[in-house]
């Protein structure tokens, strides 16, 4: 039998919190269940709709799986490693392994050894690419969400770590907390650029 993995990572952009990836293996019936069960690009769902999908994807796949590198590795390795490595992680905690893997975006996963193809806006072609994104959205939304206590200035909750103006403006007046990705360039709000000096 055919099984298809889908393959799709949350966080890539944030400035906070790890990268988080999630795996998918599907046989074609799945596949086709998947969509029936309205699983589509995790960002098109509300949070309540994808809180909801996760334990009936978990049942309905033929395995699944979740991992992520942390703000640590993302820092070492560069944002792009650390999105390879967490979506290797994933795969090599499948216990049932695909025929091939299809990946949102447009490179493969290196030295993983399965046939791979890259599929440009896969969360919205392919039903197991788009149930990776909804388990791995939900899961980091999970792990922000329980952050957000210990660091209520930099309204996480709401803003998942992305760089909102609001996010900006808090690490601008209290800095960056050891959870921020100290390699990633972060601008200032609107409202602090004219305190910066002139560029000479």
């Known amino acids: 039998m055919v099984l298809l993995a889908g393959v799709d990572e949350v966080g890539r952009g944030c400035l906070f919190g790890p990268v988080v990836a999630a795996v998918v293996v599907v046989n074609?019936?799945?596949?086709?269940?998947?969509?029936?069960?309205?699983?589509?690009?995790?960002?098109?769902?509300?949070?309540?709709?994808?809180?909801?999908?996760?334990?009936?994807?978990?049942?309905?796949?033929?395995?699944?799986?979740?991992?992520?590198?942390?703000?640590?590795?993302?820092?070492?390795?560069?944002?792009?490693?650390?999105t390879f490595l967490a979506m290797t992680r994933a795969v090599e905690k499948l216990q049932i392994k695909p025929t091939e893997i299809f990946v949102d975006g447009r490179q493969t996963i290196p030295r993983l050894p399965y046939p791979q193809q890259a599929i440009i806006q896969g969360d919205s072609k392919i039903k197991a690419i788009a149930a990776a994104s909804i388990l791995a959205k939900v899961q980091r939304d999970r792990e922000?969400?329980?952050?957000?206590?210990?660091?209520?200035?930099?309204?996480?909750?709401?803003?998942?770590?992305?760089?909102t103006q609001k996010h900006r403006q808090a690490i601008w007046q209290y800095g960056l907390t050891p959870h921020h990705r100290q390699s990633f360039k972060i601008q200032p709000p609107p409202q602090q650029l004219e305190l910066l000096p002139e560029q000479e």
């Open 144 to 163: 922000i969400i329980q952050l957000a206590e210990h660091y209520p200035e930099y309204d996480l909750a709401n803003n998942k770590g992305y760089g």
């Open 28 to 82: 074609t019936t799945q596949e086709q269940a998947l969509g029936e069960l309205g699983v589509t690009d995790s960002k098109k769902l509300s949070a309540k709709r994808r809180e909801t999908l996760v334990p009936q994807i978990q049942a309905l796949v033929t395995d699944w799986a979740i991992a992520s590198a942390s703000v640590a590795e993302i820092d070492q390795l560069n944002i792009l490693q650390a």
